[in-house]
Nanobody, 122 residues
């Protein structure tokens, strides 16, 4: 079993930056691929970025490419999402997810955090 806890959300102005963290506990987290998703009010869940278990492979959605960066901590128990040049349309609840396989779809991930709210005002 893997437990994921996101943190780092908050309310910021357009153009600001935030770094989200996803702390994992449980079995062999270092072997798990990780992903970040978000759900904005009234919209479907959106895949943002995924990273392989070893950090060597990443894939970004076009909506965040060049602004968001995913990374794994040295112990691989924490995954970060650095978000720069935030826009009001980035306002959403952000979720991290984990699974043994690397994917872009919600169903690719078995474990999910509870989410952290990010609000960007203009």
């Amino acid at each position: 079993q893997v437990q994921l806890v996101e943190s780092g959300g908050g309310q910021v102005q357009a153009g600001d930056s935030l770094r989200l963290s996803c702390a994992a506990s449980g079995r062999a987290f270092s072997n798990y691929a990780m992903g970040w998703f978000r759900r904005a009010p009234g919209k479907e869940e959106e895949f943002l970025v995924g990273i392989s278990w070893d950090g060597r492979n990443t894939f970004y959605a076009d909506s965040v490419k060049g602004r968001f960066t995913i990374s794994r901590g040295n112990t691989k128990n924490t995954v970060y999402l650095q978000m720069n040049s935030l826009k009001p349309e980035d306002t959403a609840v952000y979720y991290c997810a984990a699974d043994l396989s690397f994917g872009r779809l919600r169903n690719d991930y078995s474990y999910w955090g509870q989410g952290t709210q990010v609000t960007v005002s203009s």
